[in-house]
């Protein structure tokens, strides 16, 4: 079945540094995925659309800044939290269906647990 | 606009019997597709189940099935003969449009637990 893969699973980095996610699709081609934010007991929030080729699409009240995505392949988006703040701690997935594959479900990642300190 | 809705933020079930999770959606497209996500504690987001606006028979995965009521904008989960591994939070979710790009929304979850 379709997989995604992201990496690091959990991270713990000081306030002021910059965390970059990676998010790969490893058996089929994505040319759109997206990112979720989840708070504690909360539901999953779209961030962004991540497009390969292109500028990624973000959410209202979402700064493009903060969260920078690189979507530089079929197979792999990158979310970068820049300049993290305690804030920015979170629980981070993404996702992505295979092109084409309209009834598909978004296969998601095991998601990227955020802790700044 | 709250497009998903879920009203039952949490659940307790006996072991064994069955369980309805309800949702409600809010579209003005004709295309669509609803899907429902379980998330247990580890945090993995795990697909059951989905109906698309078109399909005329209700959706049914083993023992999950989707109780589609599509002039209500209603596509309620039904979990026969519960089982204690059950237990986790349940999200509806829902596909506007009919590209590949369309964007999935999900709503606040339903937290079910199961008694043995």
């Known amino acids: 079945g379709a997989v995604v893969s992201q990496h690091p699973s959990r991270v713990i980095c000081k306030s002021g540094t910059s965390v970059k996610i990676e998010c790969r699709s490893l058996d089929f081609q994505a040319t759109t995925m997206f990112w979720y934010r989840q708070f504690p007991k909360k539901s999953l929030m779209l961030m962004a659309t991540?497009?390969?080729?292109?500028?990624?699409?973000?959410e209202q009240g979402v700064e493009k800044d903060k969260f920078l995505i690189n979507h530089a392949s079929l197979t792999l988006s990158t979310l970068t939290v820049t300049s993290a703040h305690p804030e920015d701690s979170s629980f981070y997935i993404c996702?992505?269906?295979?092109?084409?594959?309209?009834?598909?479900?978004?296969?998601f990642g095991n998601g990227t647990r955020l802790t700044v300190t | 606009a709250q497009k998903i809705t879920q009203t039952q933020p949490g659940m307790f079930v006996q072991e064994k019997e069955a369980v309805t999770l309800d949702c409600t959606y809010d579209?003005?497209?004709?295309?669509?597709?609803l899907f429902w996500y379980k998330q247990p504690s580890s945090g993995e987001m795990i697909f059951l189940i989905y109906q698309g606006s078109y399909d005329e028979q209700n959706a049914t995965e083993g023992r999950y099935s989707l109780n589609f009521q599509k002039a209500r904008k209603s596509a309620n989960l039904v979990i026969s003969a519960s089982q204690l591994g059950d237990s986790a939070m349940y999200f509806c979710?829902?596909?506007?449009?009919?590209?590949?790009?369309?964007?999935?929304?999900f709503g606040s979850g339903t937290r079910l637990s199961i008694r043995p």
């Open positions: 979710a829902m596909r506007e449009g009919h590209s590949s790009a369309s964007k999935i929304i």
């Open positions: 991540s497009n390969e080729g292109s500028k990624a699409t973000y």
């Open positions: 996702s992505a269906r295979p092109d084409g594959a309209l009834r598909s479900p978004l296969h």
């Open positions: 579209t003005s497209d004709q295309s669509y597709g």
